[in-house]
């Protein structure tokens, strides 16, 4: 029998955002562009090369929004990562999720990338492609994947697709990991956007960029772009959820019995423009100053 810990993430950042929502559950982007994004120093992948990054993003009905996923994943990740390849809408393949004795290629694909970043539609355990050529079009866990990723390259898998980490997606989703670090997604339907730098992608990877964990840098993103939806991380073992790239640290690759997972309500209050000029009719109130005896009481 597979553990289970469950904890709530309680961070908070006070964030404007301007953005256009598009629901993703049932997600296509015009394209963004891309700005340079320079990447620490002297910090490669645990096989020891660059840390590499894989790309799908496949939708069918909203080919502006992953296409804007897809641009928004590299915008801060180019200079620092390798792109080794992204695939759009009908270049993106099930089979470069499903296990070679079903017929698929993961490990030329999902695991042979340190990040694995999707976009698309999903439910529990499930995300779906828009071609039905290679396979047949939806990516099941456990059995498409079954104790498959991570056995080579891959660490972390980063989804933005409805509701792949609900609560009945967490032990399927888990039972895929084979020395996989991270799984990243959403417990709640996502929102795509046709802009690049609206997108879930783009704030996960400036926050990576910026040095946080990927666990927290998933869970900020999606309070910058996700309000009000609710983000999840799988972990093999509780030491990943420290996993990061920007320093090159990161858990030992083990496969086990367990899992851990961590649970983040997206989004705060946003911190607001105070027009000045009208500050002299805002409501004022006034008190009587502390005195010197009321000090010396409470002393």
């Known amino acids: 029998m597979r553990k289970f810990f469950r904890s709530n993430g309680s961070g908070r950042w006070l964030l404007a955002v301007c953005a256009v929502v598009l629901a993703l559950c049932s997600v296509q982007v015009a394209s963004a562009q891309q700005e340079p994004a320079a990447g620490p120093a002297a910090v490669t992948a645990d096989d020891g090369g660059a840390w590499e990054l894989g790309v799908h993003g496949s939708a069918g009905d909203l080919t502006a929004a992953t296409a804007a996923e897809r641009a928004g994943m590299w915008n801060k990740l ?22 070679a004795s ?29 071609t039905t050529n290679r396979d047949d ?11 498959t990723w991570g056995d080579g390259d891959n660490e972390w898998l980063a989804l933005t697709s409805c ?11 888990a039972q895929c990991m084979n020395r996989q670090h991270l799984i990243l ?24 960029r910026n040095g946080y964990t990927v666990t927290q840098a998933w869970f900020a993103a999606c309070d910058v772009a996700q309000r009000n939806r609710i983000a999840r991380v799988i972990a ?16 030992a690759d083990e496969v086990d019995n367990d899992y851990f997972w961590l649970t983040h309500n997206c989004g705060t209050e946003s911190a607001s423009y105070v027009p000045l000029e009208q500050v002299t009719e805002m409501p004022v109130f006034q008190f009587a100053p502390y005195s010197l005896d009321e000090a010396n009481q409470d002393f």
């Open 163 to 173: 509701q792949v980490l609900a609560d009945a997606g967490i032990g399927p989703m």
């Open 102 to 130: 079903l017929g698929g290629t993961e490990q030329n694909y999902i695991d042979s990338v340190d990040l694995q970043f999707y976009v698309g539609h999903g439910a529990p355990a499930r995300f779906t492609f828009a």
């Open 236 to 251: 093999e073992e509780i030491a990943c959820f420290n996993d990061n790239p920007y320093d090159g640290s990161v858990c």
């Open 78 to 99: 180019n200079g620092w990562f390798v792109l080794n390849y992204s695939y759009a809408e009908a270049s993106a393949w099930e089979r470069d999720f499903k296990r």
């Open 185 to 208: 997604g959403f417990v709640t339907n996502a929102s795509a956007y046709n802009t690049a730098s609206n997108t879930q992608a783009y704030h996960f990877g400036r926050y990576l």
């Open 137 to 147: 079009s939806t990516l099941q866990a456990p059995g498409d994947c079954n104790t």
